[in-house]
């Protein structure tokens, strides 16, 4: 072949149109996905794939619209509350979008069931310890990895289908780890996995989105989800069958948690109710909680049928789950306590096995730690870099693991919030990006 053939692609190499794998995602998950990613989501947007950029948030399409966020033609400009991007990288977005936008990632059936390439530690989004104290489970990239509690060892690498995993939930006998996620955009999923084997025991899919919030029932009987079509989901937790769905809430449901008998379960929205339905029908009870910001997390006390419900607007309040029938509506006496306002909008609330503390984070880069006798701050743990999207007791209470953007699980002392120690939870490959 005459060589020269060779020369017009050197040029078209030179001045090659940027890629959206390779020049726009990366640039998205630097600097926006703090923010928009499948645990935050703010203003419902979602940067970390193409489908799920594209689709956009609570304005619409969002290729269009970043052009203007970037340069501060639409305010406030993006990233929020960060210095703007480089003229040159607000170029090569530009440049993109004039190219036609295109997709030009891998295709996902390429990488189902091979093992996840990390060349820096994704965003975790859940941890959760085993029962027995021996074991943590770490959300990943298409996985859940599985350590021995002190980080030192990787048992299993539990690989399934959707790309993220938002919720992790053990059985109290440690024989289930109960996990949701999906793929953004595409499909919901609940996986239900055998943690000590590695293997994996069911799956089921729902809707056309990552689903959120997902719990097991203490008597490992049931698992409820929350869905971006703004219902709910409950499973059989042996078959993964689908027992029924409600649609009495009018927002995403981002949180779910059965009461100590497994009967009932509460819901908590964006449409700012915290709903406590039955859990045999699915029947509708009562709201918990006086309306104010939209509800993004709930955690239950061990023993006790007390809730504690974070929001959007930085509060999270302690509620009774139940409200005395005959209550009205704007009465709010099942209120405990509400708690001081966050650094950051809250995505997670953990309660301590021990039922003493329970902790709070979201975005911003600081854990604060209260006592649940008295809703006072007892401590808080720093040492992240961006938001906490994941929270963990161990089984006695002592420990708090956390993790979120940074892709670092941090373990501290649950009452003084001295770090104890810390690690990368999934095996990086070397090379640069
Ligand atoms: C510190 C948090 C934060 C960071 C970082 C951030 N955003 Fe946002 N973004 C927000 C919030 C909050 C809103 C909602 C703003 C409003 O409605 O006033 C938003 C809204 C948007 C919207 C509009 C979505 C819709 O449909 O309503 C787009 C597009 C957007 N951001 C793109 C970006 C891009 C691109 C980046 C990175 C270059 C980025 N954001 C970084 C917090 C952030």
């Not at 595409?186 to 729902?206: C, H, M, Y």
């Amino acid at each position: 072949m005459n060589p020269r053939w060779l020369f017009p692609f050197a040029v078209v190499g030179l001045f090659a149109q940027p890629s959206f794998h390779r020049d726009v995602l990366p640039l998205l998950k630097k600097n926006c996905q703090g923010c928009h990613s499948p645990a935050m989501r703010s203003s419902d947007l979602d940067v970390t794939t193409f489908a799920a950029f594209a689709k956009g948030g609570k304005r619409g399409p969002a290729i269009p619209l970043t052009l203007k966020y970037l340069t501060g033609e639409t305010q406030p400009r993006m990233p929020l509350g960060q210095p703007s991007l480089a003229a040159a990288d607000i170029d090569l977005y530009k440049k993109w979008v004039e190219a036609g936008a295109k997709d030009d990632s891998p295709a996902e059936t390429s990488a189902v069931h091979t093992p996840t390439v990390y060349r820096q530690p994704p965003v975790l989004n859940a941890l959760r310890f085993s029962p027995d104290g021996n074991q943590i489970a770490v959300s990943g990239n298409r996985e859940i990895l599985i350590h021995s509690a002190d980080g030192n060892k990787l048992l299993h690498r539990l690989q399934g289908r959707a790309e993220r995993i938002l919720s992790l939930a053990y059985s109290s006998d440690g024989s289930l780890l109960v996990a949701g996620g999906g793929t953004p955009a595409q499909f919901g999923e609940v996986q239900i996995w055998d943690p000590r084997s590695g293997k994996a025991i069911n799956a089921a899919t729902l809707t056309n989105d990552t689903v959120f919030g997902a719990s097991l029932a203490p008597d490992s009987s049931r698992i409820a989800v929350g869905c971006a079509d703004n219902t709910v989901h409950v499973f059989d937790a042996k078959s993964a069958k689908e027992l029924y769905k409600i649609g009495n809430h009018e927002g995403w449901v981002l949180g779910t948690v059965f009461g100590s008998d497994s009967k009932r379960f509460v819901s908590v929205s964006r449409d700012r109710a915290a709903k406590l339905n039955d859990a045999a029908s699915g029947a509708f009870l009562e709201n918990v909680n006086l309306l104010r910001g939209e509800l993004t997390a709930v955690a239950r006390h061990p023993k006790k049928d007390i809730v504690a419900i974070g929001s959007e607007d930085r509060y999270a309040f302690v509620y009774k789950m139940d409200r005395p029938r005959n209550m009205k509506i704007a009465d709010d006496s099942t209120l405990i306590h509400k708690i001081d306002r966050q650094d950051g909008a809250i995505a997670t609330i953990d309660w301590s096995p021990d039922g003493e503390l329970f902790a709070i984070a979201g975005n911003s880069p600081t854990v604060n730690v209260y006592n649940a006798e008295t809703g006072k701050l007892t401590a808080s743990c720093k040492g992240h870099a961006g938001g906490i999207y994941a929270l963990a007791f161990t089984p006695d209470g002592k420990r708090l693991a956390t993790g979120g953007f940074d892709g670092k699980v941090r373990v501290y002392n649950a009452r003084t919030c001295e770090l104890q120690h810390g690690f990368i939870p999934v095996p990086l490959s070397g090379g640069t990006q």
